[in-house]
């Protein structure tokens, strides 16, 4: 595991990174259509959706589709020019893009559904890592969905860093999991998305709030 105080500085080069980000696609594009495809897939399904939320928007090609499915979608990322391409790309009147983090996102409990895609596998810090997923599980329903997609780990876990700034860090899948878990967050479906060399897998998981957790917290709470 990485010492606390390296993570942290690792952890504030990705944010000044995607901070100036001005795209987001480093993989083929036929790998964010299939996202695309896998996407609807698992929309469908889940009934009228009140408000989304897209925690880390990018340009907002998926908070566009995602509208086709909710009444109103607001799309976060912490890059202003990827917020500028995002409202310039033009969209139905059901979707609204800000620059913010996750922390400064107001709606806490009202989502119907929040998604969180591509992006917790550039917290290298496990201490924001936890703090985000908690953060995630805040701003739904007590019956909403969490919808997240990470490239995880099959061995144990891995780092990457690079000149540019760009950090990564792919959890095992198995600490992925157990970290969802113990955030009070429950797996409902998961999907392979794609295979990548050196052991490293591409997911996708619709999680939900777990009900013991809740009541656990209820119980401490009074």
Not at 78 to 92: F, K, Q, T, V, Y
Not at 104 to 118: H, P, Y
Not at 198 to 207: A, D, E, F, K, S
């Amino acid at each position: 595991m990485l010492l606390t105080r390296q993570s942290r500085a690792l952890q504030r080069s990705g944010d000044a990174y995607w901070k100036r980000a001005r795209d987001t696609y480093h993989a083929p594009p036929e790998f964010y259509a299939e996202r695309e495809r896998a996407l609807r897939e698992i929309l469908g399904p889940l009934g009228e959706i009140g408000l989304a939320i897209d925690v880390g928007c990018g340009d907002g090609r998926y908070s566009r589709v995602i509208a086709e499915y909710a009444e109103l979608v607001q799309g976060f990322d912490i890059s202003p020019s990827l917020i500028s391409r995002a409202r310039a790309a033009g969209s139905a009147g059901n979707v609204e893009f800000s620059v913010g983090t996750v922390a400064e996102i107001a709606s806490s409990g009202m989502a119907d559904l929040v998604t969180c895609m591509g992006v917790t596998s550039c917290i290298v810090d496990p201490v924001t890592f936890d703090q985000s997923l908690s953060l995630l599980r805040r701003l739904l329903k007590p019956s909403g969905s969490l919808l997240m997609i990470d490239t995880l780990s099959t061995g144990s876990d891995m780092h990457r860093a690079y000149r540019s700034g760009y950090v990564a860090r792919y959890r095992a899948r198995s600490s992925y999991e157990r970290a969802i878990q113990c955030g009070g967050l429950e797996i409902v479906r998961e999907m392979d998305m794609a295979m990548f060399g050196g052991g490293l897998v591409n997911r996708m998981y619709l999680l939900r709030k777990h009900a013991s957790h809740s009541a656990q917290q209820l119980d401490a709470a009074g």
